[in-house]
Each structure stands twice: as C-alpha cells, then as structure tokens.
C-alpha cells in the first residue's frame, strides 16, 4: 500500500439524515488501491449507511462522493455494481435455490446460437472462477444445498467477477468456519494484490488486525479515529469504539442504579434462578454458561456481535439451540420452548422493542396484559377485573405516562412503550428477567426511572440478566459481569473488578486460537 | 452437519418429477382397471380437452416462479372467447388480434401496478379477474348474448387437427418447448427465477426486477387470452358462462407440478404433467360409472393438499439434508 497513490473512493464530508435521527454527520473517509480498509463501530455509529451510501442505496443529503477522482452519485445500487464497487452482504444475497452456476452468472451468461444461454460453457466457467477460489463443487447443485462458507465464496467470487475496484465486505465472517476464513483471507490478500480496495466490516478484533491496513472508527455519525491500525493498541480500538477516554478515571454517579454493590450471596445450598450450561448454537454460541442468582443482577458485557442478545434468546427459547441446557430454579427447562420458558418464569424484554414486543394498534392495557392471560383467565375466559387490577397497579409503580390504559401503545414515547413491556412481563411474575438493550433509544428521565425500577426489582429477590451496549449502565447495573466474545465467556468481573476498564481489557484480549 | 448427497438427490428428483411419476403410475393403474381407458380415443380426448389449460397453466407458471399469482386468468380466458368469437364476423385476423390485444393490455397494466406500486398481485389481479369479467357480460348483454364464429378458417383453428389431435394440442406443444428454452435457457427465464427466489437480493445483482414482473403479467394475460381464442374456435362460438374458477385449477395444476407457491422453483414439463394428471383424474372417475364428476374436484383437491404437504417436507429435506 502507498500513501501517495490516489483514492479510489473517497467519501468528502458526508452526511446522512434520516427522520429524527442524524445517521452520518460530515464522515469522511479516503479508500486507497490495493488497501484493506477496517470499517468498524458500535450499533448505529452509522456504518451500515455509510456503506449503503457507497454503494447507491441511500443518497447523502451533504458532502460528496469521489470515485476514480470525480464526483459521482450513484442512483442504484446496480449503477454503484457497473461502476465497479462491489458489496457482500453479511447474509449472503443470493437466490438459494438455483444452482451455484446460474448465481455465479447471472446477468452474464454465456450466449451460443439464437442468444440462448450455453449451459455448458456456463457451467465450465463457473468451475474454473470457483476453483481459484480453492471451491470445487458440482456447480449444478442449488445454492441452499451447499455449506454457508461456500455461499460465501460464491458471493465472493461474484462480486469480484464484475471489474470491481472496490470491494466492501460487511461481517463476511459471520457464518463462517475457521478453515473458510483462512480461504476468504488468502483471497483478500490476493485482492489486495490486484490493486483492488477492500472495506472491510467486522468486530472481530482478531481479524481486523490480521487482514487489515487501516482503521475508521465511526461512532454516533462522525468519524472518531482513522489511520494505521496496526499502530493502535486494541485497548484504544476498543475505547474509541465505545466512546470511553481511557484516561478518563471514571468515579460514576450519572445513572440511577444504587451506587453500593450487591455482594455475592452465601450460594451454598441456594439455587440459582437460572443456570444455563454449555449453550451453543453454530458460528453464534460456543458452549455459554451463566448462572444468576435471585436478587441479583449480572451483565452481559462484549462488542456487538459478541453474543449477548443470543444467549438471552437460547435461555426463553427463543433461539433454537443446538447443545445446551437451562434450569429454572433447580428444574431443566425444555429448550427452544418459550411458552416453557414462560411458564417456568423466565421473562425477555427484547432488544428491538418495535419488531419483537409491543403490540403497536393495540391499548395499553391489552399490551400488559398479553402474556399473563392464561393465569388471569378460567377456562378459556378472561377476567376483566383481574385485568384492570394488574394493568393498574403496574402503571401505576412503573409511572406509565397514558391517557387512559386504552390509549394505543404506538401514541406512547418510546420510554413509555418499554415501560409497558417491562410491565407485561412483571405481570407474569418472573424469577427471572433477561432485558437486553432496556434503556436504549429511550429519553433520559424514562432512562433513569427503569434503572432504578431494575434495582428495586433486584432487591426484592428477582435475578436479573443485563444486556447493555452503554457501558455505565452496565458497570453501575450489574453486580457481576461475564464478558463475551464470539460466542463464548471470555471473563467474569465481580466486586471491584466490575469497572469499564476491565471490561474494555478483557473484551480486547487476544483469542487464544489466534496467538502466534 | 453432514449432508447426504444421495437423499437430496431424491427430494430434488421428486420435487421436480413427482407429478410425471404419479400420472405415469394413474395411467398404468386406469389401463389395468377399465377396458376403455387405454384407448386412444380417450387418451386424445384428455389431451385435447386439457390443452386450454395447459396454455394458461404455462403462463401461471411463469407468474408463479416469479413470486405472484394471476388471478385473473379465468375471466380473461372467457373474454378472450366472446372477443374472439365477436371478431370473427370481421374474418380471421381480427378474431385473433382484437382479444389478443386486449387480455395482452390487462395482463401488461396488471403487470405494471404490480411491479411499479408494490400492490400486492393477489390484490391486483383480483380486481382483474372481477373487472375483466364485468368487461365479457358488458359486451355480451350481461351474458345472454353469443356470438357465433362466423369465419369458417377461425373454427378449423379449434376443430381442424391431424392424427386424431386438434391443432390447440400442437400449439400447446410448441408453446411448452418455447417457454421451456425461454425459461431455462435465457436471461429473461433466469431473472424470473431470481426474482421469485430473492427479491432484494436479485435487484442487488443487477436483475431488473420490475421489468421482468412487467413481462410475466403480459405473458400470462396473453396466454389465457389465447387459451380462450382456441376455445373459441373450437367451440365455435364466444360461450360466456366458462372460466369461473378456472384460475384455481389452473393454479392447482401448476402447484401439483411443484412449482413452488412461494416462487422461486418450478418448471414447464412438471406444469404439463399437472394438468395431465388432473385429466386423467377426471377421466378415470368419469369411468367409475355411478360416481359423479362432482368428485373429480374432491379427489384433485386432496391430492393438491397432498402435494403441498409434500412439498414442505422435501423442501426441508433438501436444507437440511
């Protein structure tokens, strides 16, 4: 890579609006031939836009994009592909039940007589592109029937096909095995080789320093740090990433939670609330444990990606699991059962409250009252006063701010909306409350008032698993942390040790199996 | 996770010809149980009579590939039939033209509010298949007129034939070949494919989704406007009360086949075996003298459910393996 060669994609001071929210606020960002650039940065730092802006699917609403050293403006995602910036997307976009050939030549298969396709010289070429990407396979088989790593490469391969003089990569490791990242990196190195820029997305810290040459943090909108990476130490990566100063000596104070910690309690004899063992689920859990026990509240720390919201979803049943089990206050739970999972106590507030919880058309009083249906019913039919009792005395302690209990939940604020979802699954009376993502997106004072509600929760014997990207919250939250990467504990902090600068350290060792 | 090649294979291999072994296995069970199935008098009778079909079936397939549905199908077979047969006091050209033309147009506007809005192409060709029919009685006096073919070159189209075959079977058998190269061996077929099995990730790879949505709409139109011409002519007059329901056994047809309902697979000869199958279905309860045909359609809709349950359970055979 030489410094003085001319960018070949150059983003000026872009910026991005969207209703209510600033996705990218004057980035820019310089890609050189025959680099690979790491994109990297927390949920809605504003990489997914960025890249959708190089690659034609949004237009910025400032700045400007340089290509091949003049202005352009891609109107498709198709016209961004011709011009030569190629994408390949963390879930492979490919048609998975037509065969890896008629994938790998779509839009450009070979013509014999009468413009008819010539199958087998489709189906030759397709196996000499796939073979030097070290892939021999049938290439008449539909794509689905084949490994996810050998999607990948067929994605790949694709994108590479076209001319492409860019290409951006986003989690292109997700679904991958061990042996089919070393095949994706050798072909990386060979893009590189060619003079081809490569942008490549991934939290995986491991690989950002194996494959990469320069780094851009993004983080809220705005570019925190560019240059060299491997002059940054993974600590600092890590604090940029976050938005912690690691100078920075944090005394707290800011949130609500309880300033003293919970100690551990005597746990000879007590049983945990929940106790899950060796969860595991292929390229997303290797073997989780995590215990919590009642009146306490444990976080789960690590990068986006790390495995969290996973865990959280093995433990209801949510996430279908491949090995594992879970015990509910000393009984297995039947895994990938949530209706088990429910009636054995254990509650989920999800992270994506829109997509996955509250019920937006309809009321308040019918969004708490959802899940605690079956115990305030007989035979099949619903009590309303039973109803109207529950829904009353939870917006009253969780001070939900609505007209009336039949006002629609969608007219709600967001901090309101969670509140109500809080209070469906309080209404079910839990031992066990899993919230992954509690405060995010909501106002400051609703913020506050569910931070100290988990506290007063806590302290009344319920245990309760933490999931937090905000590192306060989570440090000034949780009696304990276990700290996750790609998929695994990787450390647990407790009493003292419970700080932001132990999670940052911990979370930024160095994975055993990439050691030399 | 280890796959086997060997039971993937077989899924894939019934999924694909599943309908061509049962009407194998239908036709060998009828020819052992009643003298006059097997004769070639019935055999042509069952081909003819599925050939409207047939073309129509070969339009859906395409619509259901893609990922849509027509709807729409059955009223533009009976429109087509009484513009035709309207048509033909004008002479031959116009009787084949004018409803050509005109089911053309349907299919090309269903096909652009379709691909251009993002209406829901159920929604859109229930509309069609409501508004086409209001059209056929508008021009019929709400059905009590019919017009006679009046060109007698127009009815040899539909009754004239060689070797025992009416010439719609012929047709039929060209169209089939030419959607099958269409399908498999073009840029258009692959993008019909693409665009049923991935929507967003098609546009991604530079297929031109609307357009091809456009083309499959204004084939299917045409088609079942052609299918109703041959009717027509055959029939030798623009009879109004046909089609109703028809678009359900056709889609029935095309399903049994195992073209998939959610788009994406399928294909041309399982279609043709579809329709044959339920030819021959109808066929042999018409054998069985003291059933009625009434229960053609209890036995073609279990066995649709059948296929459908099938499906589900080879698809998953296949992913998982």
């Not at chain 1, 839009?107 to 189906?123: C, F, K, N, Q």
């Not at chain 1, 720390?301 to 594992?324: F, H, M, Y």
Request: glycine share 12%; aromatic share 4%; with cysteine.
């Amino acid at each position: 890579m030489s410094q003085s060669a001319a960018p070949v994609l150059e983003a000026r001071q872009i910026s991005k609006r969207f209703p209510g929210v600033v996705a990218l606020d004057g980035v820019s960002l310089a890609l050189l031939p025959g680099e690979v650039h790491a994109l990297v940065g927390e949920n809605g730092a504003g990489k997914s836009t960025l890249i959708k802006v190089f690659t034609g699917v949004h237009r910025p609403d400032g700045g400007e994009l340089i290509y091949n050293g003049s202005p352009t403006a891609f109107g498709t995602p198709l016209d961004a592909q011709r011009a030569g910036i190629s994408t390949i997307y963390q879930e492979v976009n490919l048609v998975p039940m037509m065969s890896v050939a008629r994938n790998l030549m779509l839009g450009r298969e070979p013509r014999g007589r009468l413009g008819v396709i010539d199958t087998a010289r489709m189906y030759g070429e397709a196996e000499r592109i796939l073979a030097g990407y070290g892939v021999v396979t049938d290439v008449r088989r539909p794509l689905r029937t084949l490994g996810m790593g050998v999607q990948q490469m067929v994605a790949l391969a694709r994108a590479v096909a076209i001319d492409a003089r860019v290409v951006i990569m986003d989690e292109p490791t997700s679904s991958l095995e061990p042996r089919e990242v070393e095949t994706l990196f050798s072909v990386i190195r060979k893009l590189k080789d060619d003079g081809i820029a490569v942008v490549y997305v991934s939290h995986r810290l491991d690989e950002l320093y194996e494959v990469c040459d320069r780094v851009t943090v993004l983080r809220d909108g705005r570019v925190a740090h560019t240059g060299p990476l491997a002059e940054l130490e993974r600590l600092k990566l890590i604090a940029l990433m976050l938005g912690r100063d690691l100078d920075e000596v944090r005394t707290g104070g800011l949130t609500r939670f309880s300033r003293d910690r919970r100690q551990a309690r005597d746990r000879d004899g007590a049983q945990p609330a929940v106790r899950a063992e060796g969860l595991t689920r292929r390229q997303v859990l290797r073997g989780v444990d995590v215990s919590v026990w009642p009146g306490e509240v444990v976080g789960l720390g690590g990068l986006l990606g790390a495995g969290r919201s996973e865990t959280a979803k093995g433990i209801v049943g949510a996430l279908p699991l491949d090995a594992g089990r879970v015990v509910v206050a000393g009984r297995p739970l039947r895994t990938g059962s949530t209706t088990a999972a429910i009636r054995a106590g254990v509650s989920l507030l999800p992270e994506d409250r829109k997509a996955e919880g509250i019920i937006p058309a309809l009321s308040v009083r019918e969004n708490i009252a959802l899940a605690a249906l079956p115990s305030l019913s007989r035979a099949g039919v619903v009590s309303d006063a039973k109803i109207d009792k529950i829904v009353d005395v939870f917006m009253r302690r969780l001070r939900i701010k609505a007209a009336s209990p039949d006002q629609p939940v969608q007219e709600l604020s967001g901090g309101n909306q969670q509140k109500v979802l809080l209070a469906r699954w309080l209404a079910i009376r839990p031992k066990i409350l899993l919230l992954d993502e509690p405060t995010r997106g909501i106002d400051v004072g609703a913020k506050a008032e569910v931070q100290a509600l988990v506290d007063e929760l806590a302290e009344e014997g319920l245990g309760v698993l933490l999931i937090s990207s905000d590192l306060e919250e989570l440090v000034e939250g949780a009696d304990r942390i276990l700290v996750l990467r790609e998929g695994e504990v990787v450390g647990e902090l407790s009493g003292d040790d419970v700080t932001e600068d132990k999670i940052m350290a911990s979370i930024a060792e160095r994975g055993a199996e990439s050691d030399g | 996770m280890t796959r086997s090649p060997g039971r993937e294979q077989v899924s894939r291999v019934l999924q694909q010809h599943g309908a061509l072994m049962v009407l194998a296995a239908l036709a060998i069970v009828g020819s052992i149980a009643f003298d006059s199935f097997a004769t070639a008098g019935n055999a042509a009778s069952i081909v003819v009579s599925s050939s409207f079909t047939a073309i129509i079936a070969i339009g859906m397939t395409f619509v259901i590939i893609s990922g849509g549905i027509d709807l729409s199908v059955g009223s533009l077979f009976v429109f087509g039939g009484v513009l035709a047969a309207y048509g033909s006091q004008y002479g031959l050209f116009v009787a084949l033209a004018l409803p050509l033309a005109a089911c053309g147009l349907v299919g090309l506007l269903q096909g652009l509010l379709i691909a251009r809005t993002g209406m829901a192409p159920f929604i859109v060709t229930l509309a069609g298949m409501l508004g086409v029919r209001g059209l056929m009685l508008a021009i019929s006096d709400e059905g009590a007129t019919t017009y006679l073919v009046k060109d007698s070159a127009f009815a040899r189209l539909g009754q004239g034939g060689l070797l025992g075959l009416t010439w719609p079977v012929y047709i039929t058998a060209l169209l089939a070949v030419a959607a099958m190269v269409l399908l498999q061996r073009t840029a258009f077929g692959q993008n019909v494919y693409a665009v049923g099995g991935n929507e967003p990730g098609a546009a991604l790879m530079g297929v031109p989704v609307a357009r091809t949505k456009v083309y499959v709409y204004l084939m299917s139109g045409l088609l079942a406007g052609l299918a109703g011409v041959l009717n027509a002519a055959r029939l030798s007059s623009g009879v109004t009360i046909l089609g109703i329901g028809l678009e359900l056994d056709v889609i029935a047809a095309v399903v049994i086949g195992g073209t998939l309902l959610t788009g994406g697979a399928g294909g041309i000869t399982g279609t043709i075996a579809g329709v044959l199958l339920l030819g021959v279905i109808q066929s042999l309860i018409n054998q069985v003298g003291n059933l009625t045909s009434a229960f053609q359609q209890v036995v073609s809709g279990l066995f649709l459910a059948l296929v459908v349950v099938a499906q589900r359970l080879l698809g998953r055979a296949q992913r998982l393996g």
